[in-house]
């Protein structure tokens, strides 16, 4: 009942952020996600015109956020708490894939396919926390996610020296050179969250591994602290 409440009275504001194309399939969305997952539906709907937004962010035909919109819908046929997941997800889904945006859906299908063998499994793909939802990202987009290999990286470039080093990706827009970070008792190596610079995934691993080495090495000869 009070959840009720909460929907009637922030309607207005919030359906007026979302563009008018999009208002019912987001209704049917909320409506579907309540069956199974009341406790989803306030918050989703908070952040839905935000969510919209940035998925449609130069899309004037709003085609990207309808698309998401229908994939929610149909993955919350199966799961509702799922269903809010991909859509929260979508926006780093669709930046991952750039100009290949095109293939989102083959993505969402792709998850889809595993609610018949393990919802967990579903769950962990649409929340990019498995290699099986990054693998796939990376087989539609070409190249390595540093996600994917950031655990092999990590007990390598620990392997390399004495201090413990951690693996995280570059901040958004940062460039130039590849530098070891102290933080605490170890150093923290910024690598590119992505990387296509090669025909293929072995290329790219390896320089991967060549930049770790590399940022290992000043760790362990103190040459980052000239």
Known sequence: ????????????????????????????????????????????????????????????????????LEAAIQSASYDGRLAALLLRKTPEVLKALGDLSHRY???????ISLLAQDRERARGYFALVTREGREALDRLIGGISLQSVEGVLKR??????????????????????????????GFIIHLPAHLRLF????????????????????????????
């Not at 859906?105 to 998850?111: F, K, N, Q, R």
């Not at 995280?168 to 050179?177: N, Q, S, Y």
């Not at 025909?199 to 000043?218: C, I, Q, S």
């Open 156 to 185: 390598f470039a620990t392997a390399l020296g004495e201090k413990p080093l951690a693996i995280r990706p570059l901040p958004e827009g940062a460039e130039g050179e590849i530098d070891p970070l102290p933080k605490g008792d």
């Open 1 to 68: 009942y009070f959840d009720t409440l909460v929907f009637y009275r922030l309607s207005p504001d919030l359906f007026q952020q979302t563009p008018e194309l999009l208002r019912s399939k987001l209704l049917a969305l909320l409506w579907m996600i309540g069956r199974d997952a009341p406790a989803e539906v306030i918050p989703l709907f908070k952040e839905a015109p935000d969510l919209l937004f940035r998925i449609g962010r130069g899309d004037r035909s709003a085609g990207l956020a309808e698309a998401s």
């Open 105 to 111: 859906l083959d993505w969402v299908s792709a998850g």
């Open 199 to 226: 025909p293929t995934n072995d290329e790219n691993f390896l320089w991967y591994k060549a930049a770790v080495a590399h940022a290992a090495g000043r760790v362990e000869f103190g040459s980052d602290s000239l």
